[in-house]
């Protein structure tokens, strides 16, 4: 099965091609086309990301990354036969919520032929609401243009199944444990089998990728801060600096799978502001000290999840796993936990992109194959859960 993917649920804009096969025994895919472009350095001056801003680049870089997509997987063509007055009409109607959207649509797609695949699927949130509604419109565009069904993705579950494009050959087993740590969420979820999500935990506050974030803004790098604070934690680890910072581990002893982050981040502020930054070492000390805080608070919840769930696999995903100290040390859990499976996405995967999205229609596709057959109403819904929405 081919499916198109379309990822706008941030700041990064994507889109991908993926074949899929193998059912849930074992799922498998291959990428024909990905693009995707980061919209960092435009959110960097601001320090945040803005979703009015997010909002307009989606809108610009869609037919971009499409096209470019397309032509990666050889299924870009030109046609003459153009499309009806009718079917242009309602693709009207569908993008006149995103201003100029219709123009640069009809200039890219006009000529182009419909390509072989079997869906589409698109991030319907959770995520900034203006920013999901541009990657909506554009796929609801591109499902009437060509006829061809849409499937709207969770983006969290986007992230649970990126790990199914690891190398290695560990095939899911339920049940499962998924930690997902990224920009907006910190939680901990239950998979009892595909599909099946009950969230044991999560954030009272800031998710742990913003945590990252917030700190490096309090010690002034740029954003995101999660690799910044990564390669100084890195530093001072490799170079052995003195351990001088002393920071909280929030929630540690709170005798649930709970998280609070807030604390943490305020912690670095009242620290920074009685002991002024004067040097790059100290930085790097509380870097590395801020990153210790969150490896310590995430690996003892885990550990009291898996205890608890008996889970066979744990699943570690969101852009936070990017992180290298962070990785090993669940990795580690394998040896610590008898017959304990660890996955983990591969370095790019980790990150959002519209692969990940790919591998989760495909799963809801196999799990309930009438949703190929319906054309379903989305709606962007920037609060998605997993279970409660389900
Ligand atoms: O999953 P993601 O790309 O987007 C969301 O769905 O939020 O996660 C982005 C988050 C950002 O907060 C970023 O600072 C963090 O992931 N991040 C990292 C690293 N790389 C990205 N955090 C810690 N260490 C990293 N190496
Ligand atoms: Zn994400």
Redesign the pocket.
Known sequence: MRILSIET??D?TAVSLVEANGGLVKPRFSVLGNSLFSQIDIHKEYGGVFPMVAKREHAKNLPLLLEKTLKQADEYSVTDSSYSTEAWDEIKKILSREEGLFDLFEQNFETVGKPDIDAIAVTYGP?LEPALWVGISFALALSNLWNIPIVPVN?MEG?IFSVLLSEEEKPIQFPALALLI????TELVLMKDWGQYEILGQTKDD?V??A??KVARVLGLPY????Q??KLAELAREKNFEKVAKLPRPMIHSGNLDFSFSGLKTAVLYYVRDNPLTNDTQRADIAREFEDAVVEVLLKKTKEALNETLAKTLVVA???I???K?REEFLKLEKEFRDLIVKTPTGAM???NAIMISCAAYINAVLQPDILKKQPTILANGNLHLDKDK
Do not use: M, Q, R, Y
């Open positions: 649920s941030c990064e995520g983006h992230h990224s920009g907006g969420h998710a990728g913003e990252f974030d995101p801060g999660g690799p604070i990564s969101g852009g936070v990017a992180n290298k962070l980790s990150t959002d």
